[in-house]
């Protein structure tokens, strides 16, 4: 239940719905979602000062208390919205 809540709610923010995927982990931590976005919905997702992706894990926080559990939500990066390493300088 929790991992179809985090696409629908993501499928409904960003602008390339096809590409929203998660992965769902547990162990005795608890659950762990992974969620991977187009790297142009990065943002959205993310929101101002990180409100949104903090609005989606609270209510996840309160699933998982209902369920007994403990889930979290993890934002994968892209590796093209990764900043490339500089080359090192050579002389």
Known sequence: MDQEF???IVKAIVDHPEDVKTERKVDEMGVLIILKVNS???GKVIGK???T???IRTVLRVLGMKNKA???LKLEEPESSK???PAPITE
């Open 70 to 72: 403990r889930v979290n």
């Open 83 to 85: 900043p490339e390493k």
């Open 49 to 51: 000062k990180g409100q």
């Open 6 to 8: 985090v696409e629908y």
């Open 40 to 42: 142009e919905d990065i």
């Open 53 to 55: 992706i903090n609005s």
